[in-house]
């Protein structure tokens, strides 16, 4: 018996990979990979038999319990098994149902964290998710509800985070727009869609709460990050007045 | 005038750098460091002088004001200066400062995303922090309150969210015991504390929240993230289910 390997790609870039993924993926025997991987990592595994089961929003994708069943099976028969997943496999990465089925079937397994395309949209916008006095908290949250879930629980943990950031969010900006007026966030929060973050084609969108439902006119067909609250704003007073302190410390 | 990169060196083990970090440290003229930042990732600034400016919760730090003006001053003399902190620097790791005064001396910044420790405590717990029908959203936050700041506001985005993180947490343990249940969250909701999350001497800590207060009885040293939240809890009857079921698939 093997071991299964369930990583994460990183949000897009391949060089956002880690050196840990990029190792395993040069030694791995066969390579399960999702539609977000780029292809310049699934590149990296040179010597492995690889298979797309990738899965994007209203496209035809490989059944859940089929994906489960041949990662057990590759674990049994194989030495080195990567699955790997855009983003991190522990962020709505459906990455539970893969390693309880491990689990179950005895097949040794470990996970590799990978950049979540949050993380990176933050470092896209120059803009900390955290900031003293502003920001002490931020709620990753999904407005996409599964049978049996109860609608809107999302804008409950999104309203009373200091900063949301919303994931699969695309086809639900009106959903938003309601859930979060209706919870008493100010129409006047700053707003960004980052579509594609770290790749070459991304896109950064902004707006208020009140304009977020007319700033997907543009179509938006990559994978994209919503981002709610103050902390995406401008720079305000205080820290302008800190900085050029700074620059007038070092010109004098 | 160069650029400064601003690079997040993951959770602690070095081979969770990303390869565009690693690339960058080996180009590196100067590289100002974090505490936590592991020794072998700072050996990969083979031509770089190197320079600690670490900050580590109740020990002598750098100021940050001080921190802010090298970082300007280094991005004026040289071509690539890298500054390194622990985990991803968009998550409390005070990076906007450091961004707002080389924005304001027109010192060119990227940012490095980097394996936040709760992504990385995710994988050695081998527990999707969001899962169907048990969370849809997750809480990053901590119960340090700075000047000037509203204590208890990082409770209700907590108690809101499925799963919570709390980050900076391990001296506040009877706070966010007595806020959370002050808040309605069930004492039996299972806890988990990492420390050292994807280092050799990691240690997984569990408990309940009612049970919370007495879990740091032995005393925690390094750096710890405590997880709160349904899906730190045994694998449910209808996963196992599944899994019995897949493996009877195969078997057969």
């Known amino acids: 018996m093997g071991k299964v390997y369930l990583i994460g790609a990183g949000p897009g870039a391949p060089d956002l990979l880690t050196l840990r993924a990029a190792k395993l993926l040069a030694e791995a025997d066969v390579v399960f990979y ?42 049994l028969r194989h030495a080195c098994v990567v699955r790997i997943k855009g983003g991190d ?3 709505f990465g459906r990455a539970q149902e893969e390693i309880d089925a491990l689990d179950a079937a005895g097949v040794p397994l470990e996970v590799v964290p990978g950049i979540t395309a949050a993380l990176a949209t933050a470092a896209s916008l120059k803009t900390s998710l955290t900031k003293r ?22 804008a409950d943990a999104a309203a009373n985070g200091d900063t949301a950031i919303l994931y699969m969010a695309m086809g639900e900006v009106e959903a938003v727009h309601a859930a979060l ?5 100010a129409p006047s929060t700053p707003v960004v869609i ?3 973050a770290s790749l070459p084609n991304e896109r950064q969108i902004r707006g208020t709460l009140e304009t977020l439902p ?12 919503l981002c709610i609250g103050q902390v995406f704003g401008p720079i305000d007073a205080r820290s302008s007045t800190t900085a050029e302190a700074i620059v007038s410390t070092i010109n004098n």
Chains 1, 2 share one sequence.
């Open 34 to 75: 999702d539609a977000l991987v780029h292809p310049d990592t699934i590149a990296l595994a040179t010597k492995a038999k690889k298979i797309a089961v990738g899965k994007r929003a209203g496209q035809l994708s490989t059944d859940q319990r089929f994906i489960n069943r041949i990662l057990v099976e590759a674990g």
């Open 181 to 185: 007026m209706n919870r008493g966030i």
């Open 133 to 154: 006095g502003v920001s002490r908290s931020v709620t990753f949250a999904t407005p996409r509800v599964g049978h049996g879930e109860t609608p809107g629980e999302w």
């Open 214 to 225: 007319t700033l997907v006119a543009e179509r938006i067909t990559g994978p994209a990050i």
């Open 194 to 196: 980052v579509e594609n």
């Open 89 to 91: 496999p522990m962020l």
